[in-house]
């Protein structure tokens, strides 16, 4: 059985899609090796979500994975640790949706 013919389960995963506006500051981290969430699906929800009017940041990490991309010491760390400063600072994050390549 697959999601597309389980009709109860893909309407109890559609519940769980996070398609309204967020009003708090999102950053969004993608490992371009992940094999698990596929940076094509991130990128397309990332789309979606800007033309929504959704302010983001998307940041894309070139070999990492879903096991590796939060690990300390990688390349995601500095760049979310500054990023959550600026938060708890009150800087405001940056208009509209940006994205970065690490």
């Not at 894309?60 to 600026?86: C, E, M, N, V, Y």
Request: with cysteine; proline share 7%.
């Amino acid at each position: 059985m697959t999601i597309e013919t389980n009709k109860a389960l893909a309407a109890r995963l559609a519940l769980n899609v996070p398609d309204h506006a967020i009003a708090a500051p999102l950053v969004i981290a993608q490992g371009l090796a992940d094999t698990v969430v596929r940076s094509a699906v991130t990128l397309a929800y990332v789309e979606e979500r800007c033309a929504a009017g959704q302010r983001l940041e998307y940041w894309t990490f070139d070999g990492l994975d879903h096991g590796s991309i939060d690990q300390p010491g990688t390349r995601l760390a500095d760049p979310l640790i500054t990023w959550t400063k600026s938060r708890f600072s009150s800087d405001p994050p940056p208009g509209g949706c940006t994205r970065r390549s690490f």
